[in-house]
């Protein structure tokens, strides 16, 4: 005998879609059709930096300088895809209201900036963060870290939407999973990041892929923090469908839990950290 859960525990269409790409993206579209583009035009400028990556042989601190460019490119499409869908979770007449075009714009400017100038700065060899050379590098600095603070801080006006005028018939965890991953979003990746731009990680490879470091440096705090965006609404959503009823409880457990482990990687990335001020020589 099967067990057929009851509709309203099911999260929309989440888990369906994300089985089949094609559905994945249609409901993307609907959801946000401008940041879905823009998303997946972050994701697509991946190809050619790739390209150039396997033939020019600059480095920077003993990286590529094309590790940058890509990473940044799928962040910020992964950002971009994943507030279009959230934007879901509001009814389709609110998903043009003010507050959800000043997300959504703000997003596609702000990120859209930060690619072109860290995309410009590999082609000329240079740095783009940690980069005080002269007054101009020291105010694209300054611009590309207030363009991140507000692309996070769409994230908890985001959740206050849904908080207010959420589709009726969604799961209390999985409700509640998106809100909490907004709003941490905001708070704990805009807390590390605002740290970490004033203490350049050490030069050098680190663990494979991301070139994190073990100690004296915050780029996996501040991992974390922008990705609370990602885990917390998975977790209500598997609360959501195997512990219908307790799923909020355990949900809150996670979080306390990721919060701690935020720490942690906070202070492991403050043991060691220099400070790094503009036009001090940074070897």
Same mark, same amino acid.
């Given at each position: 005998?099967?067990?057929?859960?009851?509709?309203?525990?099911?999260? &929309?269409?989440?888990?369906?879609?994300?089985?089949?790409?094609?559905?994945? !993206?249609? @409901? +993307?579209? /609907?959801? #946000?059709? *401008?940041?879905?583009?823009?998303?997946?035009?972050?994701?697509?400028?991946?190809?050619?930096?790739?390209?150039?990556?396997?033939?020019?042989?600059?480095?920077?601190?003993?990286?590529?300088?094309?590790?940058?460019?890509?990473?940044?490119?799928?962040?910020? &499409?992964?950002?971009?895809?994943?507030?279009?869908?959230?934007?879901?979770? !509001?009814? @389709? +007449?609110? /998903?043009? #209201?003010? *507050?959800?075009?000043?997300?959504?714009?703000?997003?596609?400017?702000?990120?859209?900036?930060?690619?072109?100038?860290?995309?410009?700065?590999?082609?000329?060899?240079?740095?783009?963060h940690f980069n005080f050379s002269s007054p101009l590098h020291i105010a694209m600095y300054s611009l590309m870290g207030a363009g991140a603070m507000a692309m996070t801080a769409t994230q908890p006006l985001l959740a206050l939407q849904i908080v207010r005028h959420a589709r009726p018939g969604l799961a209390p965890a999985?409700?509640?999973?998106?809100?909490?991953?907004?709003?941490?979003?905001?708070?704990?990746?805009?807390?590390?990041?605002?740290?970490?731009?004033?203490?350049?990680?050490?030069?050098?490879?680190?663990?494979?892929?991301?070139?994190?470091?073990?100690?004296?440096?915050?780029?996996?705090?501040?991992?974390?923090?922008?990705?609370?965006?990602?885990?917390?609404?998975?977790?209500?959503?598997?609360?959501?469908?195997?512990?219908?009823?307790?799923?909020?409880?355990?949900?809150?457990?996670?979080?306390?839990?990721?919060?701690?482990?935020?720490?942690?990687?906070?202070?492991?990335?403050?043991?060691?950290?220099?400070?790094?001020?503009?036009?001090?020589?940074?070897?």
């Amino acid at each position: 005998m099967t067990t057929r859960l009851h509709p309203r525990w099911i999260p &929309g269409t989440a888990l369906r879609a994300a089985i089949d790409p094609r559905r994945w !993206l249609v @409901e +993307t579209t /609907r959801r #946000s059709r *401008a940041l879905t583009v823009f998303g997946l035009l972050m994701w697509a400028a991946m190809l050619p930096a790739l390209m150039v990556w396997g033939i020019d042989e600059r480095e920077l601190r003993g990286v590529s300088v094309w590790a940058k460019p890509l990473k940044f490119m799928a962040s910020i &499409g992964l950002f971009a895809l994943s507030t279009a869908w959230f934007i879901g979770l !509001l009814p @389709e +007449t609110r /998903r043009h #209201s003010g *507050a959800i075009l000043a997300v959504v714009w703000t997003v596609i400017v702000a990120g859209g900036f930060e690619i072109v100038y860290i995309t410009l700065m590999a082609a000329l060899g240079q740095a783009s963060h940690f980069n005080f050379s002269s007054p101009l590098h020291i105010a694209m600095y300054s611009l590309m870290g207030a363009g991140a603070m507000a692309m996070t801080a769409t994230q908890p006006l985001l959740a206050l939407q849904i908080v207010r005028h959420a589709r009726p018939g969604l799961a209390p965890a999985w409700r509640d999973g998106v809100v909490m991953g907004l709003v941490m979003t905001f708070v704990l990746g805009s807390g590390a990041g605002g740290v970490l731009s004033a203490m350049q990680p050490p030069a050098g490879s680190g663990l494979p892929s991301v070139d994190w470091h073990s100690s004296a440096d915050l780029r996996p705090a501040h991992f974390l923090g922008l990705h609370a965006q990602h885990f917390f609404p998975l977790v209500g959503a598997l609360m959501a469908l195997h512990m219908p009823r307790t799923g909020r409880h355990a949900l809150a457990l996670f979080v306390v839990i990721y919060v701690a482990l935020w720490v942690w990687a906070m202070l492991r990335g403050l043991d060691g950290a220099v400070l790094t001020i503009p036009y001090r020589p940074v070897t």
